[in-house]
């Protein structure tokens, strides 16, 4: 009978970056090198670096073409690193990546749905969309940063933090699927109109700057507040975002990396789909769908390592299964895909009917 894990460990390897030997007969042999790890981070954050840099040196429109070249280039980037990571590591590794990667940029693309209303709501004009959407993509960079540090030391330190996951992700799925972003978009104008009443704001932007001078008189240009909202927002995806990428895998490195990838092109993407996400209605159905199972696969993993002493004298639950990591991929992948099926097929009938009611006109 297989040795239960010991308190931090967790779906079948340890929670710790992987830096060393693992005891012989451990679920995981293979390691990933420690030069590879640190070599990887750098890179992906001067690939970042690089992608700010140019965000505010050109500030332009990016054309569809131009668009398309990016995110088809962070894709295929993100698809080299599972194989290294195959090769490097072990197809466990690729496969956590790939899966969490997934999730990761399904919320994501769930962000820049927010991100569209949020420019939409302030009129902020399409040329200064790009330098103050890549503020917006470096705090959620930042936000999920904190929060997968804050996430290891959770689980490193307590076990039953699983369960508070899982039924969190529930919940939040259970949210996700009721709530219209636009009733979201609506509270948070109250905390606008807060601020407008107490400081003083010009009615134009001038680029990301925060402050600008009008008759000698320093105020506060609408970029204050896009950054408020759009920070509110990336902390509240943060929150969902980190446990269920948890639910995939605690190797902070391989958090981290998905989380990264994930943000990787959403700038590109924003400019590329526009509209067209506004218009995917199923999408949050799809995304739903994916934290409820993650939610559901964190509970059943914390009943099978339970170690709560009011809860089976201490002991896991036999019964509970422990989910594959290839099942969650398959799952993420059939979710989105339907999500994405559906709502198009509605769109082209809504433009049908569109169609014909103006023919019958």
């Known amino acids: 009978m297989q040795e239960p894990a010991r308190a931090g460990e967790t779906f079948g390897h ?23 790890e640190v070599g990887s981070a750098v ?17 332009h429109i990016p054309s569809t073409r131009e668009s398309a070249l990016w995110i088809g280039f962070y894709v295929v980037l993100a698809l080299l690193f599972a194989l290294a990571l195959l090769w490097i590591g072990d197809a466990d590794h690729a496969g956590e990546f790939v899966a969490g990667w997934l999730t ?4 994501s693309i769930d962000n820049l749905f ?3 209303l949020i420019m939409a709501r302030f009129s902020v004009p399409r040329k200064y969309q790009q330098e103050i959407l890549m503020v917006g993509i470096v705090l959620a960079l930042i936000f999920r940063g904190i929060f997968i540090v804050l996430g290891v030391q959770l689980i ?12 969190f992700l529930i919940y939040t799925a259970a949210n996700q699927a009721l709530t219209n972003h636009d009733d979201e978009m609506a509270n948070e104008s109250r905390v606008i109109r807060f601020m407008r ?16 001078v009008i008759d000698g008189k320093k105020v506060f240009t609408p970029a204050l507040i896009v950054f408020i909202a759009l920070g509110s927002t990336d902390l509240v995806f943060a929150l969902d975002s980190i446990p269920a990428i948890f639910g995939i895998t605690t190797n902070p490195f391989l958090v981290f990396a998905a989380n990264v990838f994930a943000l990787m ?8 789909l526009g509209d067209l996400v506004q218009k995917l209605v199923y999408l949050k159905y799809g995304i739903a769908a994916i934290l409820g199972f993650i939610g559901v696969k964190l509970f059943l993993h914390a ?23 290839i099942v969650s991929l398959g799952v993420i992948v059939v979710a989105m895909a339907i999500a994405v099926v559906a709502s198009v097929i509605k769109l082209r009938m809504d433009v049908r009917a569109g169609k014909g009611n103006g023919s019958a006109g």
């Open 156 to 167: 490193e330190h307590f076990s039953w933090i699983f369960y508070l996951f899982g039924l």
């Open 114 to 116: 927010v991100f569209l």
């Open 43 to 59: 890179v992906l954050v001067l690939i970042l670096a690089v992608d700010v840099f140019l965000a505010f040196r050109r500030p």
């Open 14 to 36: 340890p929670l710790r970056p992987f830096a060393g030997p693992r005891p012989e007969g451990s679920p995981l042999e293979t390691v990933i090198p420690a030069w590879f």
């Open 104 to 107: 990761e940029y399904s919320l």
């Open 303 to 325: 009943l099978h390592e339970n170690e709560l002493p009011f809860l089976n004298g201490g002991k896991g639950f036999d019964w509970a299964p422990e989910i594959p990591t």
């Open 197 to 212: 009443k107490r400081m003083a704001f010009t009615q134009h932007f001038e680029g990301a700057r925060l402050r600008t």
């Open 265 to 272: 092109g959403l700038r590109q993407l924003y400019f590329l």
